[in-house]
């Protein structure tokens, strides 16, 4: 079975400094791996992901991600935190078939 | 702008009233979803379409039900809402399966009074 974990339910920043948002995986084959964040009564919105190659992935609003084999995770950051990055952010993984496992979302607060 | 829309936004109904929500997409994509989201949780995928092949989640209840008369629409019946199925429903859309991005509407709040 397939399974992410984000260890942490809220992350406080302050503003301009760098952010990090954990995510480990377990999957059965070659991962694929995503970031979503959510804002307040909306959908998810897709920030980037990692299929292949790169292990340093670059998305959205100056976020990136590092794909780690051998740590099975996939860390979420960002140079210089903004309040408006505040929100919700999820990590998704699958491997070899449709389904997405989605971790339980880790509340991000950057604080001015 | 190509996107996937959900409607409406807010639905309120009774416990026991059946109520259908709506999602469309312009995006011309192959694979539709239904997500069920509670409060500050991960989505739950209830089901998907591949073209008009419906494919269930093993866990997803027979209250739920799902229609995808066309590649544009997709609507989620649920056939007799309980208090526990308050939550938000997210439609998301996928060009493929496996690899490729879904991209989510902004999703249906259902109240169940």
């Known amino acids: 079975a397939q399974s992410v974990a984000q260890p942490e339910d809220q992350v406080n920043v302050a503003e301009g400094n760098p952010l990090t948002v954990k995510c480990t995986y377990s999957?059965?084959?070659?991962?694929?791996l995503f970031w979503y964040v959510q804002y307040p009564n909306r959908g998810l919105q897709f920030l980037l992901k990692?299929?292949?190659?790169?292990?340093l992935v670059k998305g959205s609003y100056g976020f990136e991600a590092e794909f780690n084999k051998s740590q099975t995770s996939f860390h979420l950051k960002k140079p210089s935190a903004l309040v408006s990055d505040s929100a919700l952010y999820f990590c998704?993984?699958?491997?070899?078939?449709?389904?997405?496992?989605f971790g339980k979302g880790t509340k991000l607060s950057v604080i001015p | 702008d190509a996107m996937v829309i959900q409607n409406p936004r807010y639905q309120v109904t009774q416990f026991g009233k059946p109520v259908t929500l709506s999602c469309s997409q312009t995006?011309?994509?192959?694979?539709m979803y239904w997500y069920q989201q509670k409060s500050s949780q991960a989505p739950k995928l209830l089901f998907h379409?591949?073209?008009?092949?419906?494919?269930n989640e093993a866990d997803t209840p027979d209250n739920f039900q799902s229609r995808r008369p066309n590649t544009s629409f997709c609507f989620l019946d649920i056939r007799s809402p309980g208090l526990g199925d308050a939550a938000m429903y997210l439609c998301?859309?996928?060009?493929?399966?496996?690899?490729?991005?879904?991209?989510f509407g902004p999703g249906t709040r259902l109240t169940v009074l």
């Open positions: 998301a859309t996928s060009r493929d399966m496996s690899t490729d991005t879904q991209y």
């Open positions: 999957v059965s084959g070659n991962p694929y």
């Open positions: 990692y299929i292949t190659g790169d292990n």
């Open positions: 998704a993984a699958g491997a070899g078939s449709y389904q997405l496992t």
């Open positions: 995006l011309n994509h192959n694979v």
């Open positions: 379409y591949y073209d008009k092949d419906f494919n």
